[in-house]
């Protein structure tokens, strides 16, 4: 029984290791392009996340604070434009972003006028973590924390 547990205990720790690297196996891979001419990104880590929300509470009327608690669980950004790299290594980073997602939760896929988007993630409960939205048209964004799909369903409800 010992061992049945501790190989369960052992399986799902490597799975979990597994899924908590995705976000910076493809924050790896866009170091790796963004020399190209054409790849933009913008990376912000937890001092960015805080002094923008920070910024933003302070500046912002009740609608915006109100939005912004929506995504005051995240903890690091990255935003990637590879839209207008050349086109054979657009080719190259989409394929190996689409390894690193291959093994991921799908959570929702969109498709309009030929482009899909793509959103993945890990559910917990009521919360998505380490949400990835990835368009092969040229966009990734990867965040690292978490985003409450109660108060994202608000958000969108007082927006419409």
Known sequence: MKKAFLTL???????LSAWAGKPSQLARLARQYKHLDGFEMVSIGPLGTALLKGTVRSAANKQDREALKVF??????????????????????????????????????????????????????????????????????VTQGSISLNQLGDLIAATQ
């Open 9 to 15: 205990l052992l399986t799902l720790a490597t799975l």
């Open 72 to 141: 005051s669980d995240i903890k690091r950004l990255l935003v990637v434009d590879f839209s207008d790299i050349q086109a054979d290594k657009k080719a190259t980073f989409s394929a190996k972003v689409e390894k690193i997602l291959s093994g991921m939760d799908l959570i929702m896929e969109a498709k309009d006028d030929g482009e899909i988007v793509r959103i993945y993630g890990v559910e917990k409960g009521d919360s998505v973590q380490d949400c990835i939205i990835y368009s092969s048209d040229g966009d990734l964004v």
